[in-house]
């Protein structure tokens, strides 16, 4: 592992994967999209709007992914004291909470229609909601400190700390929704669906973990950069406060 | 560890302002409900354990900010550690002591908070217990929150950010205690969720601290 410690060994690597990430990003998208938007079958209850399913669940796979990516990150972070880990997880957050929030909004635009209603306190999209909030209180703590190495340790806690009550705050919350809420709203389908729709969703949900692939380097890759422009500006300061 | 305890306990007597404060805050926040929602009493006893647990939520945060800031700005903290003292043990003090001075002083005030919101009778006991039992997880998670935040100018807010989202299952379990269907499972998954948080935190926090002094 520690053969990519070296930011320069994985500048060069990222730079050589990324392209390829990107294309294939597109591909998928394109690809997906068409499927999704247009080849796929529409439902016999919701009509188009079964279409939004495509954005939306691969988000919610994306938004608990990434997480699990930033807890990884964090663990290894404090365990190896790896450099790169702290600038994947710090890179990753913002990815997360943007899938969060797609998943949240076109979430809300299906519920509409469909369930009649923009939010109702169902056990997922509370936990969705409380996921939200983590992410951004995890953004938050990384932002606080000025000191980078402070932050990187505090957040990493923090996010492990995350990734130990975020299968708690689900069950909680599923207890809690079967205790008020006999299942009274229409849910979408049976347990199984049609391999003409899971194929597009399949697809779509590849297009976006090459989306977070190819963002989170270059998040990482700029991260790096702007380190390295720090770092090269306070040697200016210092190199000009040295007597002549 | 135990000394520790004593001298925080001591010194939040001889202070005597922070756990008065939040016994102030958590009374107002619990009075500010009927004026928001109407002073029916049918509604206000249908919600009285709900914001009795959000006012004592709300409550156990004020103090936070202060749990260990002045000894990490005054060079305390450091002493302990060169005593030998770990700072798992300091962490786990500092929680405690949180517990005692804060949440204990909120569960002798339940019984007027429900009083105020016409809760039944019946149901101040299992609303004490929740709390009882809840609030040591609070402290807990709180403690972690406060570690991770030593030393930052406005760590009060970001503390209240950390902590909320992570206080939902307590929060769930502590209320749901009051439901006549769910009520034992509700006091399990409540004990559960606390012994998580009080085995988790004690090194969360450390680890916090460490990063802090480092």
Redesign the interface.
């Known amino acids: 592992m520690h053969r990519f410690a070296n930011p320069a060994r994985f500048l060069r690597l990222a730079r050589l994967i990324q392209p390829w990430t990107a294309a294939a990003m597109f591909a998928c998208f394109g690809v997906g999209l068409y499927l999704a938007l247009v080849a796929s079958p529409i439902d016999y209850l919701q009509r188009d709007t079964v279409r939004i399913m495509y954005i939306h669940v691969p988000a919610a796979w994306m938004a608990m992914q990434t997480y699990a990516v930033i807890a990884v990150a964090s663990l290894v972070s404090i365990v190896w004291r790896h450099p790169l880990a702290d600038v994947a997880a710090r890179a990753a957050a913002p990815i997360g909470v943007a899938f969060t929030a797609i998943c949240l909004i076109t979430g809300s635009l299906w519920g509409k229609p469909t369930w009649g209603t923009w939010w109702v306190w169902d056990a997922r999209l509370t936990s969705v909601l409380v996921l939200l909030f983590i992410y951004m209180g995890y953004m938050a703590l990384w932002s606080a400190f000025d000191d980078r190495q402070r932050a990187a340790r505090a957040a990493a806690v923090l996010a492990l700390v995350g990734a130990v009550n975020l299968p708690i705050i689900k069950f909680s919350v599923d207890w809690w929704n079967t205790l008020h809420q006999p299942a009274s709203i229409l849910r979408r389908g049976g347990p199984t669906i049609d391999p003409s729709m899971l194929k597009p969703l399949a697809v779509m949900g590849l297009a976006y973990l090459f989306f977070f692939i190819t963002v989170l380097l270059m998040r990482m890759r700029a991260d790096l950069a702007a380190q390295r422009l720090e770092a090269a500006a306070e040697r200016r300061v210092m190199a000009q406060e040295v007597p002549a | 560890m135990l000394r520790l305890l004593t001298r925080e306990l001591r010194l939040a007597w001889v202070e005597r302002s922070g756990g008065a404060i939040a016994l102030i805050f958590f009374l107002i926040v619990v009075s500010l409900f009927p004026f928001a929602v109407g002073p029916q009493p049918q509604v206000l006893a249908r919600i009285a354990a709900g914001v009795v647990w959000v006012a004592a939520l709300l409550a156990c945060l004020l103090s936070l900010e202060r749990l260990f800031q002045p000894d990490a700005e005054d060079g305390t903290l450091e002493q302990l550690v060169t005593h030998g003292l770990s700072f798992e043990a300091i962490a786990t003090a500092k929680i405690i002591a949180h517990w005692l001075t804060t949440a204990l002083p909120l569960l002798l005030l339940t019984p007027l908070a429900a009083i105020l919101l016409n809760a039944p009778a019946a149901s101040w006991g299992l609303l004490a217990a929740g709390l009882a039992l809840g609030t040591p997880a609070l402290s807990a998670i709180g403690g ?1 929150a406060a570690a ?2 030593v ?2 100018r ?2 009060g807010i ?1 503390i209240s ?2 902590v ?3 206080a ?2 307590t929060l ?2 502590g209320v ?1 205690l009051l ?1 006549p ?2 009520g034992v ?1 509700a006091l399990k ?1 409540l004990a559960a ?1 606390t012994l ?1 948080a009080l085995s ?2 004690p090194f ?1 926090a450390a ?2 601290l ?3 002094l ?1």
Request: aromatic share 6%; net charge neutral; charged share 10%.
């Open positions: 972690v991770l935040t030393g930052l406005r760590g970001l950010l950390l909320l989202p992570l939902v299952p769930i379990f749901g439901d269907l769910a499972a998954w969720t998580v988790v935190s969360a680890a916090g460490r990063a802090a480092e």
